[in-house]
């Protein structure tokens, strides 16, 4: 028999359908408390990327498509030292990817709306940016030449953990750290003449990570220097805060 769609007939034909479209179907399209954690999430994401660009040696720790160009850039000059901290990034980056992939794993079609695997691996990257606010306080918000190399490698780590946690969600497209899908999608929606309360999710994520951004550079100018770890960690702590609600009030069911 032909199957005009895996979603049509998915009692029957479970096992035709990608494992996203598996998840989708055993959870609400949108939930409002899991929409309002990714987007602080972005603010975490903005905000670090920000301090590794301006203090950790001119790297991101999330945009990896730009550490390629920017790769590219100093290896045409040549700058060495831009390089290696591009490449350290991009290590820390995959790295923590695999960490996340492992301790969030994998969409499944009776996951709840919040999967206890994703509070686990956003713990983890909790962990790893209070050790990177000690490091920090430590230096008095000024990490030397031999300390940045370390830090930078934290912050790619944690990022590439929350990358691949998010991911667990089973939401096509959802991000929190490279969002340039995001803004192509929102611009695509918005020109097909989609109503801007359809992206209005994906708007919050690229605002989220503009305003991350925006914090931790106004802190690194300021006195307030101290206090570029808390715009980094508060999201998270929020975020930490309400998976229980997430996961009890928006539970998922079972695909039948």
Do not use: K
Not at 159 to 168: D, E, F, N, T
Not at 232 to 252: E, F, H, I, T, W
């Amino acid at each position: 028999m032909r199957w005009r769609s895996s979603l049509w007939h998915a009692d029957e034909a479970t096992w035709l359908a990608p494992a996203e479209e598996l998840a989708q179907m055993g959870r609400p399209q949108s939930g409002r408390l899991r929409g309002a954690a990714s987007v602080a999430l972005a603010v975490t994401s903005g905000a670090t990327d920000a301090v590794a660009f301006l203090a950790l040696g001119g790297a991101f720790t999330s945009v990896m498509t730009g550490n390629l160009v920017l790769l590219g850039i100093s290896l045409g000059r040549p700058d060495l030292r831009l390089a290696e901290q591009i490449v350290l990034a991009v290590i820390g980056y995959i790295v923590g990817c695999a960490v996340g992939a492992r301790l969030a794993g994998s969409a499944c079609p009776d996951d709840p709306e919040w999967p206890p695997a994703v509070t686990r691996a956003l713990a983890v990257e909790t962990a790893l940016f209070g050790a990177f606010a000690i490091a920090w306080w430590s230096l008095a918000g000024h990490p030397d030449l031999v300390a940045q190399p370390a830090l930078l490698g934290v912050c790619a780590l944690a990022l590439g953990i929350q990358s691949s946690a998010v991911r667990r969600f089973g939401v096509s497209g959802l991000s929190t750290t490279y969002l340039t899908g995001t803004l192509t999608t929102v611009v695509t929606s918005l020109a097909r003449g989609q109503h801007v309360r359809n992206v209005t999710r994906d708007l919050g994520l690229l605002i989220a990570l503009v305003i991350g951004a925006v914090l931790a550079t106004v802190c690194m100018r300021l006195p307030a220097r101290p206090f570029v770890p808390v715009v980094q960690l508060l999201p998270l702590v929020v975020v930490l805060a309400l998976a229980p609600v997430a996961g009890s009030r928006l539970g998922g069911r079972s695909v039948s």
